[in-house]
């Protein structure tokens, strides 16, 4: 049901590994990666949250709504924060701007599993995120959250805490494995990410170079 879902695009970070370029405003493709995101998330849902605390130009020509930080300067835990504060939704598909392969294949995995994992006879509790876990390491910035999750999000930012790794401890959440999603035929490159100009040249070469999209 496409009006329980959300995509909130974190899209406020300060970009200090790039120099303080804006990184959702980076060339890759022909297109900005923020506009690679909004193509994908429009795959997913009729409801996208752009999180920024400045104007972004190029959205004037996506139908997409664009909210400031709750708690501004407080990292990526504020813009998530931010965006499931948005939203009344039940499933909020959050991603970081500077990802250049996201996936609504990989959204609709997790969803099912988060539903899967909440709908189980032996469940105790509401699971409350679906959550890839790529090469052992777990991304909360390509994963589905219940919205409800922002009660703890708001309790950590007033807290002064702003880690994502710490929501993740205060909150019910499955792994969702690289192996799992391999085996559904969705490359694991969706949780790449772009945090240096070494990074994008590399990604940019890759293009020009003609890199297959399956391994992308």
């Known amino acids: 049901m496409r009006e329980d879902r959300s995509v909130v695009i974190l899209a406020g970070g300060r970009g200090r590994r790039m120099g303080g370029a804006n990184k959702a405003l980076l060339r890759l493709g022909g297109e900005t990666l923020l506009e690679r ?7 997913w849902t009729d409801e996208v949250i752009v999180v920024s ?18 708690y501004p300067g407080e990292g990526p835990l504020a813009g998530l924060h931010a965006g499931l504060s948005a939203t009344t939704r039940r499933y909020v598909w959050v ?6 392969y996201p996936s609504a294949e990989a959204a609709e995995l997790l969803l099912r599993c988060l539903s899967e994992a909440t709908e189980a006879p032996e469940a105790t509790e509401a699971t409350e995120a679906a959550v890839s876990v ?11 959250y219940r919205q409800e999750v922002v009660a703890r999000a708001a309790s950590l930012l007033a807290d002064g805490v702003r880690r994502l790794n710490d929501l993740l401890s ?19 490159s969706f949780a790449e990410d772009i945090d240096t100009p070494e990074q994008y040249e590399r990604e940019m070469r890759l293009l020009r170079d003609g890199r297959p999209t399956k391994e992308r």
């Open 37 to 43: 995101q909004l193509r994908e998330a429009a795959k």
């Open 53 to 70: 605390n400045e104007p972004i130009p190029l959205l004037q020509d996506f139908g997409v709504r664009v909210v400031p930080d709750v």
């Open 95 to 100: 991603l970081a701007c500077d990802q250049p």
């Open 134 to 144: 790529i090469g052992g390491r777990a991304q909360p910035l390509h994963a589905v």
């Open 170 to 188: 205060g909150i019910s959440w499955i792994p969702v494995t690289e192996e799992r999603f391999v085996r559904s035929g969705i490359p694991a």
